[in-house]
């Protein structure tokens, strides 16, 4: 007998059914497909159950001891979403993090940040797998994944690295996609800003069909997408770099910028105008000459240069099928690709540099030599020297293009055992290809090689690289053939990342105990990551103007792992325990560079009453350095101030009286020098940074949750959830500053630590050589409640709008985040950064700010073929962190923005099912047109954080799609 099809359902079945799909914890049932019995003969496909995110026990009527959010397909639909960014970026458990409106910093990437512990430690996976990783630090690219096709996305909190390995140490964010598609579908939609700017075309086809009869079904989908860019001068808001007046005693906001002009501004050494006299600043005018700087009114506007949404392109495809090749058996595979493109601009590329003219240069005009001659050259010697800030405006803005190619293919076989267990092997394979390109940027040597030419030849002292004389004084100064000499050309990084996984899992059940069916998950996996970064060789040491050092990494590792899991009932249907059990698990890993580490989870299950549960879960999770941190090449630079600021063993830090002496003179400081020595001021150190360390262990996280869930009888169409989680992180791997590296010696006060072994002095005594890459050093940590109420009620007939039945939904995320925040350094503060913007509260990609409160409510109607939908998103009120920073640092910054405000963003949208194959939908988001908070000299970009507030104003989005069954 063959299996059964699913046949069409009424409207309010479906809609019970996807709420139920949408109940975002413990409560939240799994599904499964049952198949009828196959009569003798017969080859079926085994049809998988639903399993949810957080272990890999197939059960049914499953409620899951570790806190589970879950978002289900009608939420793209009635968000107009066609980027996943947007989808989880309004969920309160995730901090915003890289999206559309990345421009600086920029990778061409969307990532996902779980309590704002870094992507890093959250897992992504697709379809209970890991996702392709994107770049050398291990973090995925979600906008790779089809929004079309996903069926609901599982955001579980807490370590779960028992079950799914390294990363998943704030937890899991699991994307699963519908494959069981059979028919033709087609879609697309349009959106549009208010501004009738920042266009985006999203266009998908679908195809899927069994094969065979019900032997195998194969589906493969299409998707293309453009979006356009937006400016930042394209918005009042962000048109004007704004920022707080530090040298005012209130700390007023005024219009601010950057003092890297076109013009030129020279601020040392003084300068004496004629008529004018001396002033420490002057700014040259378009004609040359010169006055003294104005702050701020001479201050450079960069903001309209930049993108507030940066364009980007995609073409993506997959397949996907499974065929029974016997009874029981079935083989499948998926393949998924992905090919972007995506750009940033920003501003011309600034000088910061002291820098020497000749007096006589032939591009200098007459009283541009006398200026240099009478203020900048101070012996006499002809040259002059001087400290300029000039922006490269005739090279042209700053240019970034990051083409993307990801490729990911799953293959194996699933099946079961002869005593019912089901088994599935594996294997997987990901890559992904970027090129970097950087247009506009200017090299650094050859600004000095154009200021130093031949007054009588009009040529370059050094005629080398086709070197031309130019002149930096006044905008516009600088002529085609000098433009052309400074353009780097040509500047490019490649980067690949590659995954190989083997995974054998099983999972069924041991035995019965009087209370139920011990049920068992095991397997075994061996995993294989590689990457290399091949930086351009300018990049190297700064060499480009406008584009921060880069380095090279190339490396691999790889992780053998074995474990198990079990769910054991204990009690049920007694007294104050309608049901009592435990979820346990332990995994086992081995890392070819990092050593083993051992994972855990204990979690218990109690329901005193039926409509009423209690659960706790503790565990163990880790993180294995990524490839960046392991195999990054060190960045060297010169830092001049290293011992000035850092070296206990200066007789004016007393080094005997501070118990360091015997540790100086292990590094070289002859004892008689002990109390002499004086470290030189500005003394040149060879540093290098940011290296990687194979030397580094595993990350460790000891998390916790314990969440309460009531699902009352007298009121079944409802469902709440209350979770705790507390998350903290031991031995965080990350960079410190030279400074506090060097201060790190002498507290271990230990020749042989890390820290002091990458210490090198010269014969004088002082620092002359300094290593400084990853380790094990930071703590991290992440507490807070989240509530989720989930609740659905059929309506009287008299509330349907054409007749017929009618319901409604409403469905509510909130939460409290309790503190979150980094202890850099074992003797550093911890610096709590939950409900704060600005201030110390930063991280590797900038400033970033942390709402203590968010909520995301949502509203549907349901009449027939309509459906009308209200969304609500609450982001409480910000402190400024710089009270803080003014505490822990010893300074007196003011600013006027005590608070960023809280915001409201209300959207409207609605569905509508022409035919049984036809639907339009539409919408409108941030119907007000909410603004968002200024945050001054805390604003992630664009005066404010754009990952989290809505920068665009009013968006409107129209879609349509066919299906033919």
Same mark, same amino acid.
């Given at each position: 007998?063959?299996?059964?099809?699913?046949?069409?359902?009424?409207?309010?079945?479906?809609?019970?059914?996807?709420?139920?799909?949408?109940?975002?914890?413990?409560?939240?049932?799994?599904?499964?497909?049952?198949?009828?019995?196959?009569?003798?003969?017969?080859?079926?496909?085994?049809? %998988?159950?639903?399993?949810?995110?957080?272990?890999?026990?197939?059960?049914?009527?499953?409620?899951?001891?570790?806190?589970?959010?879950?978002?289900?397909?009608?939420?793209?639909?009635?968000?107009?979403?066609?980027?996943?960014?947007?989808?989880?970026?309004?969920?309160?458990?995730?901090?915003?993090?890289?999206?559309?409106?990345?421009?600086?910093?920029? +990778?061409?990437?969307?990532?996902?940040?779980?309590?704002?512990?870094?992507?890093?430690?959250?897992?992504?996976?697709?379809?209970?797998?890991?996702?392709?990783?994107?770049?050398?630090?291990?973090?995925?690219?979600? @906008?790779?994944?089809?929004?079309?096709?996903?069926?609901?996305?599982?955001?579980?909190?807490?370590?779960?690295?028992?079950?799914?390995?390294?990363?998943?140490?704030?937890?899991?964010?699991?994307?699963?996609?519908?494959?069981?598609?059979?028919?033709?579908?087609?879609?697309?939609?349009?959106?549009?800003?208010?501004?009738?700017?920042?266009?985006?075309?999203?266009?998908?086809?679908?195809?899927?069909?069994?094969?065979?009869?019900?032997?195998?079904?194969?589906?493969?989908?299409?998707?293309?997408?453009?979006?356009?860019?937006?400016?930042?001068?394209?918005?009042?808001?962000?048109?004007?770099?704004?920022?707080?007046?530090?040298?005012?005693?209130?700390?007023?906001?005024?219009?601010?910028?950057?003092?890297?002009?076109?013009?030129?501004?020279?601020?040392?050494?003084?300068?004496?105008?004629?008529?004018?006299?001396?002033?420490?600043?002057?700014?040259?005018?378009?004609?040359?000459?010169?006055?003294?700087?104005?702050?701020?009114?001479?201050?450079?506007?960069?903001?309209?240069? +930049?993108?507030?949404?940066?364009?980007?392109?995609?073409?993506?495809?997959?397949?996907?099928?499974?065929?029974?090749?016997?009874?029981?058996?079935?083989?499948?595979?998926?393949?998924?690709?992905?090919?972007?493109?995506?750009?940033?601009?920003?501003?011309?590329?600034?000088?910061?540099?002291?820098?020497?003219?000749?007096?006589?240069?032939?591009?200098?005009?007459?009283?541009?030599?006398?200026?240099?001659?009478?203020?900048?050259?101070?012996?006499?010697?002809?040259?002059?020297?001087?400290?300029?800030?000039?922006?490269?405006?005739?090279?042209?803005?700053?240019?970034?293009?990051?083409?993307?190619?990801?490729?990911?293919?799953?293959?194996?076989?699933?099946?079961?055992?002869?005593?019912?267990?089901?088994?599935?092997?594996?294997?997987?394979?990901?890559?992904?290809?970027? %090129?970097?390109?950087?247009?506009?940027?200017?090299?650094?040597?050859?600004?000095?090689?154009?200021?130093?030419?031949?007054?009588?030849?009009?040529?370059?002292?050094?005629?080398?690289?086709?070197?031309?004389?130019?002149?930096?004084?006044?905008?516009?100064?600088?002529?085609?053939?000098?433009?052309?000499?400074?353009?780097?050309?040509?500047?490019?990084?490649?980067?690949?990342?590659?995954?190989?996984?083997?995974?054998?899992?099983?999972?069924?059940?041991?035995?019965?105990?009087?209370?139920?069916?011990?049920?068992?998950?095991?397997?075994?996996?061996?995993? &294989?990551?590689?990457?290399?970064?091949?930086?351009?060789?300018?990049?190297?040491?700064?060499?480009?103007?406008?584009?921060?050092?880069?380095?090279?990494?190339?490396?691999?590792?790889?992780?053998?792992?074995?474990?198990?899991?079990?769910?054991?009932?204990?009690?049920?249907?007694?007294?104050?325990?309608?049901?009592?059990?435990?979820?346990?698990?332990?995994?086992?890993?081995?890392?070819?560079?990092?050593?083993?580490?051992?994972?855990?989870?204990?979690?218990?299950?109690?329901?005193?009453? &039926?409509?009423?549960?209690?659960?706790?879960?503790?565990?163990?999770?880790?993180?294995?350095? @990524?490839? +960046?941190?392991?195999?990054?090449?060190?960045?060297?630079?010169?830092?001049?101030?290293?011992?000035?600021?850092?070296?206990?063993?200066?007789?004016?830090?007393?080094?005997?009286?501070?118990?360091?002496?015997?540790?100086?003179?292990?590094?070289?400081?002859?004892?008689?020098?002990?109390?002499?020595?004086?470290?030189?001021?500005?003394?040149?150190?060879?540093?290098?940074?940011?290296?990687?360390?194979?030397?580094?262990?595993?990350?460790?996280?000891?998390?916790?949750?314990?969440?309460?869930?009531?699902?009352?009888?007298?009121?079944?169409?409802?469902?709440?959830?209350?979770?705790?989680?507390?998350?903290?992180?031991?031995?965080?791997?990350?960079?410190?500053?030279?400074?506090?590296?060097?201060?790190?010696?002498?507290?271990?006060?230990?020749?042989?630590?890390?820290?002091?072994?990458?210490?090198?002095?010269?014969?004088?005594?002082?620092?002359?050589?300094?290593?400084?890459?990853?380790? +094990?050093?930071?703590?991290?940590?992440?507490?807070?409640?989240?509530?989720?109420?989930?609740?659905?009620?059929?309506?009287?007939?008299?509330?349907?709008?054409?007749?017929?039945?009618?319901?409604?939904?409403?469905?509510?995320?909130?939460?409290?985040?309790?503190?979150?925040?980094?202890?850099?350094?074992?003797?550093?503060?911890?610096?709590?950064?939950?409900?704060?913007?600005?201030?110390?509260?930063?991280?590797?990609?900038?400033?970033?700010?942390?709402?203590?409160?968010?909520?995301?409510?949502?509203?549907?109607?349901?009449?027939?073929?309509?459906?009308?939908?209200?969304?609500?998103?609450?982001?409480?009120?910000?402190?400024?962190?710089?009270?803080?920073?003014?505490?822990?640092?010893?300074?007196?910054?003011?600013?006027?923005?005590?608070?960023?405000?809280?915001?409201?963003?209300?959207?409207?949208?609605?569905?509508?099912?022409?035919?049984?194959?036809?639907?339009?939908?539409?919408?409108?988001?941030?119907?007000?047109? &909410?603004?968002?908070?200024?945050?001054?000299?805390?604003?992630?970009?664009?005066?404010?954080?754009?990952?989290?507030?809505?920068?665009?104003?009013?968006?409107?989005?129209?879609?349509?799609?066919?299906?033919?069954?």
């Amino acid at each position: 007998m063959p299996n059964e099809v699913n046949a069409p359902v009424p409207r309010e079945i479906a809609f019970r059914c996807s709420v139920i799909a949408a109940v975002v914890f413990a409560a939240n049932n799994a599904v499964s497909r049952e198949a009828a019995p196959a009569a003798a003969g017969d080859v079926t496909l085994a049809i %998988e159950e639903i399993v949810v995110t957080g272990s890999r026990i197939k059960r049914r009527d499953f409620n899951s001891v570790s806190p589970i959010a879950t978002i289900d397909a009608d939420e793209i639909t009635f968000g107009g979403i066609t980027n996943l960014e947007d989808l989880v970026g309004d969920l309160p458990q995730l901090v915003p993090n890289l999206d559309r409106t990345g421009n600086n910093p920029f +990778n061409g990437a969307a990532q996902l940040d779980l309590r704002g512990l870094g992507p890093g430690r959250t897992l992504v996976m697709l379809n209970g797998r890991r996702a392709a990783p994107h770049d050398v630090f291990g973090a995925v690219n979600i @906008n790779n994944i089809p929004s079309a096709l996903v069926e609901r996305v599982e955001v579980v909190t807490g370590g779960a690295s028992t079950v799914y390995g390294s990363d998943a140490v704030s937890g899991v964010v699991n994307f699963i996609l519908d494959t069981e598609f059979s028919g033709v579908e087609l879609s697309t939609q349009y959106d549009v800003f208010g501004d009738s700017d920042g266009g985006v075309l999203d266009a998908n086809l679908s195809l899927g069909s069994d094969v065979n009869g019900i032997r195998g079904h194969i589906m493969g989908f299409l998707n293309f997408q453009d979006r356009e860019a937006v400016w930042a001068g394209d918005r009042e808001f962000t048109r004007v770099a704004l920022s707080e007046n530090f040298a005012s005693p209130t700390g007023e906001i005024v219009p601010g910028g950057s003092p890297s002009v076109p013009g030129g501004a020279i601020f040392f050494p003084p300068t004496d105008l004629p008529g004018i006299g001396v002033t420490n600043a002057i700014i040259f005018n378009p004609d040359g000459t010169a006055r003294p700087f104005v702050d701020p009114d001479d201050l450079y506007n960069f903001q309209p240069a +930049n993108y507030l949404q940066v364009p980007h392109r995609r073409k993506m495809g997959g397949l996907f099928g499974k065929y029974a090749v016997t009874n029981g058996v079935v083989l499948f595979g998926e393949l998924t690709w992905s090919a972007s493109e995506t750009a940033q601009q920003l501003a011309p590329s600034p000088i910061r540099d002291f820098l020497a003219t000749n007096v006589d240069h032939p591009s200098l005009t007459p009283e541009q030599q006398s200026l240099a001659a009478n203020n900048w050259d101070a012996d006499g010697d002809g040259l002059a020297n001087f400290f300029i800030l000039r922006r490269l405006s005739e090279v042209g803005p700053r240019i970034g293009v990051v083409d993307s190619d990801s490729l990911r293919a799953v293959s194996g076989f699933d099946g079961e055992f002869a005593f019912g267990w089901d088994w599935e092997v594996s294997y997987s394979y990901s890559e992904t290809d970027k %090129e970097y390109e950087l247009i506009n940027g200017a090299f650094a040597s050859r600004l000095q090689e154009g200021l130093l030419a031949d007054p009588n030849s009009g040529e370059c002292l050094d005629p080398s690289d086709g070197c031309v004389p130019i002149s930096l004084f006044g905008d516009g100064s600088l002529s085609p053939e000098g433009v052309l000499f400074l353009r780097a050309v040509d500047i490019a990084d490649s980067e690949t990342v590659k995954e190989q996984i083997v995974s054998l899992n099983t999972t069924g059940d041991l035995l019965q105990l009087p209370a139920g069916t011990v049920a068992v998950a095991a397997g075994v996996e061996w995993r &294989e990551l590689s990457s290399e970064l091949v930086s351009d060789p300018n990049l190297i040491g700064g060499g480009v103007l406008g584009y921060l050092p880069q380095s090279g990494v190339d490396g691999a590792f790889n992780v053998k792992e074995i474990y198990a899991e079990a769910l054991v009932p204990l009690m049920s249907q007694a007294r104050l325990s309608h049901y009592l059990g435990i979820e346990a698990g332990l995994r086992y890993s081995y890392y070819s560079l990092s050593g083993d580490s051992l994972n855990w989870k204990f979690g218990v299950d109690w329901a005193p009453l &039926e409509g009423l549960r209690f659960r706790a879960m503790h565990q163990r999770a880790t993180r294995a350095p @990524n490839i +960046n941190e392991l195999f990054r090449i060190p960045i060297e630079g010169v830092e001049a101030d290293l011992g000035q600021f850092a070296d206990e063993c200066s007789a004016s830090r007393d080094p005997v009286a501070i118990g360091v002496a015997d540790l100086c003179i292990a590094q070289g400081i002859p004892a008689d020098q002990i109390g002499v020595f004086e470290a030189a001021d500005f003394f040149p150190a060879t540093v290098f940074l940011e290296g990687g360390n194979t030397n580094l262990d595993p990350e460790e996280a000891e998390t916790y949750t314990v969440g309460i869930v009531v699902q009352p009888a007298t009121a079944p169409d409802l469902s709440l959830a209350i979770d705790y989680y507390d998350i903290e992180i031991g031995n965080s791997i990350g960079a410190v500053s030279s400074i506090a590296a060097i201060a790190l010696c002498f507290d271990s006060n230990d020749i042989n630590s890390d820290f002091c072994r990458s210490i090198v002095r010269a014969p004088s005594g002082d620092i002359v050589e300094l290593t400084n890459p990853q380790f +094990n050093l930071a703590q991290s940590k992440a507490r807070g409640v989240d509530v989720i109420i989930d609740y659905q009620r059929e309506l009287p007939q008299s509330m349907s709008l054409i007749g017929g039945e009618a319901s409604m939904a409403i469905r509510f995320f909130g939460s409290h985040m309790i503190e979150s925040g980094r202890q850099e350094t074992p003797g550093s503060p911890f610096i709590d950064c939950a409900g704060y913007f600005g201030g110390l509260c930063v991280n590797s990609t900038g400033n970033f700010v942390m709402p203590e409160n968010r909520t995301s409510t949502r509203f549907t109607y349901y009449s027939g073929p309509v459906s009308v939908s209200l969304s609500w998103e609450w982001i409480d009120e910000l402190d400024n962190h710089i009270d803080i920073l003014n505490a822990v640092i010893g300074t007196s910054f003011r600013s006027e923005l005590d608070k960023a405000g809280a915001r409201n963003y209300i959207d409207l949208s609605m569905r509508f099912d022409t035919s049984h194959s036809i639907e339009v939908y539409g919408g409108v988001s941030n119907v007000f047109e &909410e603004s968002p908070p200024l945050l001054g000299f805390g604003a992630t970009q664009s005066n404010t954080a754009p990952q989290l507030y809505d920068v665009f104003g009013r968006r409107f989005f129209l879609g349509f799609s066919y299906r033919r069954m």
